[in-house]
């Protein structure tokens, strides 16, 4: 970690109003400004690595609010994240770790087999039966948390069902290659489904080439480095194809990550590649007038959450809303700090799940302050938290991913 | 810090609010002024008044000191703690208590951010003028404190403008009420005027109550463009002497546009040494009428482009930009030494031009921003704390600005307080004789010296 990167902080405070943490708790050393502290005493030895400092710097979201806050270009979460990962690096990976990152994220056929019994649990009617006997009280907290969290999985992971290569409806104006992320096509399969179906409706031929492996993020997390160019490196190699206009996603986190693949590569096929990645409303956004001409009435009050990594780490803020008033009919309400964490941040909500609750509420309380129908978001982190959290404290509210919300008013 | 002494602090605030953890106390060291840290003893975050008082009587009887903080975002070092004093954090006492419609008043604890008791009044159509540049962060008991001015203090004045009411914590944990609701009041001694600014060496605010005013009605937001620095100081003091006073009159050199448009991508010009951020609010007539004064006097001093904001949003955004200023300095280097020296507003190209030479002369970077309508100059030195012999040139250059402002009449401080990074200067201001009443009335308060000490002499 570059030493200038910690001294760059003048401890102006503009981070502190906007990091979820501290709000929560006013403490310093759950803000931006405290860890970069923290990281930078740590750095000239006046304080040791010390567990109860590993904790406080566990509770960074690293959802980039401060990035954005930051008049001197000082990024408190990225900072974080860097160390956390520098620490693991090298470190002897734990059982889970080495599955997740080694033996299933490389290879989509074996974590979709891995969602199986999953599947069979919900379909079979037994999550109803665990759930009311409280059976997962017995299990370890987490646990309980994740099963918690996961929404009804679709009947077949979206990898397995979809066309490789979908041609596009009339003339062809261009081709995108899709990057599938392991959460969109295993659980919200329907929204990835949408944003093919829009784009190849707007002239794109759209290739979403099958061997395609895990953005690499969650690699990051657990400080696997190599792991991490390991499968950019295939991703780059993947997608190299010179036909590609634009490597499209809708998922915010993998947008994110895609976008950083120059960086941890250092060469010119991954500047390439990085250069191409849009978030899917860029290139909806591109398209306003004649998707608007498709687009029929609903009747519909909704407000929009910004995802952290498509707001704070890739700037996006217009497009998704532009496309949202596009639809005839809706009430466009905007919802107060839409651009506050959620609380979902990765696998946060899990390990910290007392904390990612209060951020949660937070986020609660503000949609229900709108009056809105539904939420529109774009990233299935968000999508996760927020379906849970609406359906155990607002049901009357909906929540889509945007393609959703725009195939839906298409095919009214 | 005696562990004893912690568990009886700790049974008055409770467990999760006592802090003495070598990690929070080494970033407890800090507020917002460059070169200046410590290590407090141990950090309380307080929920009521009571327990502020009962911290008190513990830490009188105790002769330890303690320093109130807000949000720590001071620039003069007033909310750093001595080494092993107490440090109380004020932010969980943040209830606006009331907004009285009928008296024209609001109440409030230490710990409400400024910019909430903003949005809180403007709700109903009245109005808090201060609003210091980290009006989104910053505590209206630091304001208070500090005695805050901000972007709009040219029209409005500053917080000790608006100081009705105080409710006080002595340094013996005793009660001091001054003031109160009633506009008039000429019983005794005026005390708010001496509290507020008084750096958290008197006593401990736990309640405040501010004067507000109607809203106004319109505001229009507007940039000048100029192509040399001199025309830009000329056309603020021609302004003022027009009889024509903007709620905002900010001044941003080359250094501080670049810096700002680098991080807010507002729009502001590259090419030009100086722009003037101009806001005139009121009546609509009154504003129209000024608006166009302000534009036919810019012009005449040379103003190369002059933009009118088209909407809310972008004026908005303008102001915005402008509050990020200082922050957007340290993005050329990462120790950025800032100081707020003021001078008579007519005085303000003089000024300018001895900042420009005074940098040149010690071969340092010096960016300047500022309430030029007021006379109120951010002169912004971009170094390096590990390069010494720029940090000691550094400081020969703002010793000889401190002095020219003082020979000009004005101030080594605008907003910004004394506290421990301006101190050596200020027996230059006010002499000995002003150190020694400042002490007498220091005494009368806390004859034990225990609060907020060595702060201001």
């Known amino acids: 970690m570059d030493y200038i990167k910690l001294i760059n902080c003048m401890r102006c405070g503009m981070c502190l109003p906007t990091c979820p943490t501290y709000k929560e708790t006013f403490l310093e050393t759950a803000s931006p400004r405290g860890r970069v502290a923290l990281l930078r005493k740590l750095r000239e030895g006046d304080l040791d690595q010390s567990d109860r400092l590993l904790t406080y710097l566990s509770f960074c979201l690293d959802c980039q609010a401060c990035a954005t806050a930051c008049p001197c270009g000082v990024n408190a979460g990225e900072l974080v994240a860097e160390f956390t990962c520098e620490r693991k690096e090298g470190k002897r990976m734990g059982f889970m770790e080495d599955m997740v990152l080694r033996k299933l994220l490389p290879h989509p056929e074996r974590l979709e087999t891995f969602m199986v019994p999953i599947r069979f649990y919900q379909r079979m009617g037994l999550q109803r039966l665990v759930r009311t006997l409280g059976i997962l009280k017995m299990f370890p907290k987490p646990l309980e948390r994740m099963e918690g969290l996961l929404p009804d999985l679709p009947e077949k992971p979206l990898r397995r069902v979809i066309k490789e290569d979908m041609q596009a409806r009339g003339e062809t104006r261009g081709t995108i290659g899709f990057f599938l992320g392991c959460v969109m096509s295993l659980i919200f399969s329907e929204a990835s489904r949408a944003t093919i179906n829009l784009l190849t409706v707007l002239g794109y031929r759209v290739i979403t080439p099958k061997n395609q492996v895990c953005c690499g993020a969650p690699h990051m997390l657990a400080g696997d480095k190599e792991g991490l160019k390991t499968t950019a490196r295939k991703n780059v190699d993947i997608f190299s194809r010179p036909d590609l206009d634009f490597i499209v996603t809708d998922c915010g986190g993998c947008g994110a990550e895609l976008k950083k693949y120059s960086h941890y590569l250092e060469d010119a096929s991954s500047v390439l590649f990085s250069s191409k990645v849009r978030d899917i409303s860029q290139v909806l956004a591109m398209h306003a007038d004649e998707l608007k001409l498709l687009l029929k009435p609903l009747l519909l009050k909704m407000t929009f959450h910004d995802s952290c990594h498509i707001a704070h780490s890739q700037g996006i803020r217009k497009e998704p809303r532009d496309l949202i008033r596009l639809v005839p009919g809706l009430t466009y309400i905007e919802l107060e700090n839409a651009d506050a964490c959620c609380g979902s941040g990765g696998t946060y909500n899990i390990e910290k799940s007392e904390m990612a609750d209060l951020i949660l509420h937070r986020k609660l309380d503000t949609i229900r302050a709108t009056g809105a129908d539904a939420v529109v978001t774009g990233n299935p982190g968000c999508l996760l938290q927020l379906k849970k959290g609406l359906m155990d404290h607002l049901p009357q509210v909906k929540i889509m991913h945007l393609t959703e919300l725009l195939a839906k008013s298409m095919n009214t | 810090m005696n562990p004893l002494f912690i568990k009886e602090l700790q049974t008055i605030v409770g467990e999760p609010y006592t802090l003495a953890d070598p990690e929070s106390l080494a970033v407890y060291g800090y507020d917002a002024t460059p070169e200046l840290a410590s290590r407090p003893g141990v950090v309380l975050m307080p929920g009521t008044a009571d327990e502020i008082a009962r911290i008190m009587g513990l830490c009188h009887e105790a002769g330890v000191s303690v320093t109130p903080r807000g949000s720590g975002t001071n620039l003069s070092g007033g909310a750093i703690a001595r080494n092993d004093g107490v440090l109380v954090q004020t932010s969980r006492m943040n209830r606006i208590i009331e907004v009285d419609e009928e008296n024209l008043t609001a109440t409030v604890e230490p710990g409400v951010i400024t910019s909430t008791l903003h949005r809180e009044v403007e709700a109903r159509g009245l109005f808090y003028p201060p609003d210091p540049g980290s009006m989104n962060i910053s505590t209206m008991g630091g304001n208070v404190a500090e005695n805050s001015g901000g972007l709009r203090g040219l029209k409005y004045g500053v917080t000790s403008d608006y100081i009705m009411g105080l409710t006080t914590i002595l340094a013996d944990g005793s009660l001091l009420r001054s003031g109160g609701k009633a506009v008039k009041d000429v019983a005794g001694y005026r005390l708010n005027p001496l509290l507020v600014s008084s750096e958290g060496t008197l006593g401990f605010f736990t309640g405040i109550t501010v004067k507000l005013i109607p809203k106004p009605q319109v505001k229009t937001t507007m940039l000048a463009h100029f192509p ?230």
């Open chain 2, 228 to 457: 040399e620095m001199r025309q830009a100081a000329l056309a603020v003091s021609a302004i003022i002497a027009a009889r024509i006073i903007p709620a905002t009159l900010e001044f941003l050199d080359k250094v501080t546009i670049k810096c700002v448009e680098d991080y807010a991508h507002v729009g502001l010009p590259l090419d030009v040494e100086a722009v003037l951020l101009i806001e005139v609010d009121g009546h609509p007539v009154v504003v129209a009428e000024e608006a166009a004064g302000v534009e036919v006097i810019c012009k005449k001093y040379g103003c190369s482009f002059f933009q009118t904001a088209k909407d809310e949003n972008e004026a908005l955004k303008l102001a915005t930009a402008r509050r990020t200023a200082l922050s957007a300095l340290a993005r050329l280097k990462p120790t950025t030494i800032l100081e707020d020296a003021t001078v008579p507003r007519s005085r303000i190209a003089d000024m300018l031009k001895i900042i420009q030479d005074s940098a040149k002369k010690h071969n340092v970077i010096i960016g300047t921003f500022g309430h030029a309508g007021d006379g109120n100059l951010h002169p912004t030195c971009l170094t390096d704390e590990r390069d010494k012999d720029e940090i000691i040139r550094a400081h020969k250059a703002f010793d000889e600005i401190f002095d020219a402002a003082i020979s000009m009449g004005g101030t080594i401080t605008g907003e910004h307080g004394v506290g421990l990074a301006k101190k050596k200067y200020l027996p230059r201001l006010i002499g000995e004789s002003g150190i020694r009443v400042m002490q007498g009335i220091k005494h009368s308060f806390d004859p034990k010296g225990i609060l907020n000490p060595g702060k201001i002499f």
